[in-house]
């Protein structure tokens, strides 16, 4: 089984400011973790991804995500927000190694950008 | 870049009616899927779709729900009956292969109201 929980349905944060979008998974085999991004009336796009290789992932616009083991922990960050970066944001936790693929999702973060 | 495209981006319905929701996936991509998001909610997985059979499917979806790949480049879902219950945002994805580290690349929506 595997689930994912982000702990923030809204986050709000000023322009220039660091992003922390905050995730953890369970999953009983080795997990493959990935955050999207929503755009209003876009579909949803991927930002980053983790598949057991460097436990610190960069992705696209500035994000990365470490995953930590122990921690069961995926947090998304950026060091400087970006109006442009106002959007929801998806973790999903997919088994893989005997796991499920089926990609669970969490219910998702909005991210508020103020000028 | 390629995309997934999904037609119709709204659809209203009255119960009982029976609806179509249309993907085209990216053209040389070889596995498919379809998920929902009830408002408020979380992304659901319906249904997984590889050479032509239904490789996974969720408890969701059930006898009311079908996928088909009519032509070349289209993948559809349809709703039997539809009811109240059924009114949700449905994604289509594709990925070029079913690993569970293997990026699915989202279309944008159909909203489907059900009155």
């Known amino acids: 089984a595997q689930s994912v929980t982000q702990l923030d349905s809204h986050v709000s944060v000023s322009e220039g400011t660091p992003v922390l979008l905050r995730c953890n998974y369970s999953s009983s085999y080795s997990p493959s973790l990935f955050w999207y991004v929503q755009h209003p009336n876009k579909g949803l796009q991927l930002l980053l991804k983790y598949t057991s290789a460097a436990t610190l992932v960069k992705g696209i616009n500035g994000f990365e995500a470490e995953f930590k083991k122990s921690e069961t922990s995926f947090h998304l960050t950026k060091p400087s927000a970006h109006m442009s970066d106002a959007a929801e944001y998806f973790c999903?936790?997919?088994?893989?190694?005997?796991?499920?693929?089926?990609?669970?999702f969490g219910r998702g973060t909005s991210l508020i950008v103020h000028p | 870049e390629p995309e997934v495209t999904q037609t119709p981006s709204h659809q209203v319905t009255q119960m009982g009616q029976e609806v179509i929701l249309r993907c085209v996936p990216i053209s040389n991509h070889l596995y498919f899927y379809w998920y929902r998001q009830i408002l408020g909610q979380k992304v659901e997985f319906l249904v997984s779709?590889?050479?032509?059979?239904?490789?996974?499917k969720s408890e969701i979806f059930d006898d009311q729900f079908s996928v088909e790949r009519p032509d070349g480049s289209n993948f559809t879902l349809k709703i039997r009956s539809t009811k109240l219950e059924d009114s949700a945002m449905y994604f289509c994805?594709?990925?070029?292969?079913?690993?569970?580290?293997?990026?699915?690349?989202f279309g944008p929506g159909t909203r489907l109201t059900v009155l």
């Open positions: 999903v936790v997919s088994g893989r190694g005997g796991g499920s693929y089926i990609p669970t």
């Open positions: 994805a594709s990925s070029e292969a079913g690993r569970a580290t293997d990026t699915q690349y």
């Open positions: 779709f590889y050479n032509n059979e239904i490789s996974e």
